[in-house]
């Protein structure tokens, strides 16, 4: 079930309603009803990703449609990391993978490039995928019209292209809240969206243990993680976590639309 189904369905339900208080089969109240039923759906729909209810998002490593360079009889996963760039941590982030010969994907905000345009570049050349994750990743940012959405988008993609030169193909929702202005918005840009299967709540973590048993246990084949290289304790954890994937037979890979490649 999706946003386009769904709103079918509650129009035709509507249309039918108006026809059975027409001939008196129904009252007012009854109207009331495909609302309530409407709005659990509009509001999970929002806040799980997962459920591609208004964007189809890439949430796993088998639903990347472009499968060049992907192992598919492998333990696959992906490594991702949102909100930056940070000054220190970006960096600490990018020694690790390099010494591990691990490529990951940064979704980029745009405002954090001004004055770290060496590690965005760095970020590229070093072989990792740049995302992009919005301008701002303001609170309001799901509250915006589809043209602002878009504009902080094609903001963000111009700047990007103009330090790399490449512009980014996916797109994370900020919060991974989605909704139909941002549904629009992606479509307008041609970006493919990326959600995620493993969230660690690094942002939350009260302690490295805490953080790493989280990705621990609920890392699978397929995985996509969502990090924040931003937060101290996820750069802390990152080799450890590297070190058990790798022990459990896992292949590390990033998920590169043709234009990228």
């Given at each position: 079930m999706n946003?386009?189904i769904?709103r079918?369905?509650?129009?035709?339900?509507m249309?039918v309603?108006?026809w059975?208080?027409?001939?008196?089969?129904?009252?007012?109240?009854?109207?009331l009803?495909?609302v309530?039923v409407?709005?659990?759906?509009l509001?999970l729909?929002?806040?799980?990703?997962?459920l591609?209810?208004y964007?189809?998002s890439?949430?796993?490593v088998a639903m990347?449609?472009?499968?060049t360079?992907?192992?598919?009889?492998?333990?696959?996963?992906?490594?991702t990391?949102d909100?930056?760039?940070?000054?220190i941590?970006s960096?600490r982030?990018?020694?690790?993978l390099?010494q591990?010969?691990?490529k990951?994907?940064?979704f980029?905000?745009?405002?954090?490039?001004?004055?770290?345009?060496?590690?965005?570049?760095r970020m590229?050349?070093?072989?990792?995928?740049?995302?992009?994750?919005s301008f701002?990743?303001?609170w309001n940012?799901?509250l915006?019209?589809?043209t602002a959405?878009?504009?902080?988008?094609e903001n963000t993609?111009k700047?990007?292209e103009?330090?790399?030169g490449?512009?980014?193909?996916?797109?994370?929702p900020?919060?991974?809240?989605?909704?139909p202005?941002?549904?629009r918005?992606?479509?307008?840009t041609q970006?493919?969206?990326?959600?995620?299967?493993?969230?660690?709540?690094?942002?939350v973590?009260?302690?490295?243990?805490e953080?790493?048993?989280?990705?621990k246990s609920n890392t699978?084949?397929?995985?996509?993680?969502?990090?924040?290289?931003?937060?101290?304790i996820?750069v802390?954890?990152?080799?450890?976590?590297i070190?058990y994937?790798?022990l459990?037979?896992?292949?590390?890979?990033?998920?590169k639309?043709?234009d990228?490649?």
């Amino acid at each position: 079930m999706n946003y386009r189904i769904l709103r079918i369905i509650f129009i035709v339900t509507m249309v039918v309603l108006i026809w059975a208080k027409y001939e008196n089969y129904v009252s007012f109240w009854h109207f009331l009803i495909p609302v309530l039923v409407l709005m659990p759906f509009l509001v999970l729909g929002a806040i799980f990703i997962q459920l591609n209810f208004y964007v189809k998002s890439v949430n796993t490593v088998a639903m990347f449609p472009y499968k060049t360079g992907i192992d598919e009889s492998k333990k696959n996963i992906c490594l991702t990391f949102d909100d930056g760039i940070h000054s220190i941590n970006s960096p600490r982030a990018l020694n690790i993978l390099k010494q591990k010969n691990i490529k990951a994907h940064f979704f980029i905000i745009g405002k954090n490039i001004a004055g770290h345009e060496d590690i965005l570049r760095r970020m590229h050349d070093e072989g990792h995928s740049i995302g992009n994750h919005s301008f701002n990743h303001g609170w309001n940012f799901d509250l915006q019209s589809t043209t602002a959405m878009q504009q902080e988008i094609e903001n963000t993609n111009k700047l990007i292209e103009a330090n790399i030169g490449v512009k980014p193909t996916i797109f994370r929702p900020p919060y991974g809240v989605t909704n139909p202005n941002l549904a629009r918005a992606i479509q307008n840009t041609q970006m493919l969206s990326m959600g995620w299967n493993l969230r660690s709540l690094d942002t939350v973590a009260k302690s490295r243990e805490e953080l790493l048993h989280k990705l621990k246990s609920n890392t699978k084949p397929n995985s996509v993680v969502l990090l924040h290289e931003r937060c101290d304790i996820t750069v802390d954890v990152l080799t450890e976590y590297i070190d058990y994937c790798l022990l459990e037979g896992y292949t590390f890979v990033t998920l590169k639309t043709p234009d990228e490649v």
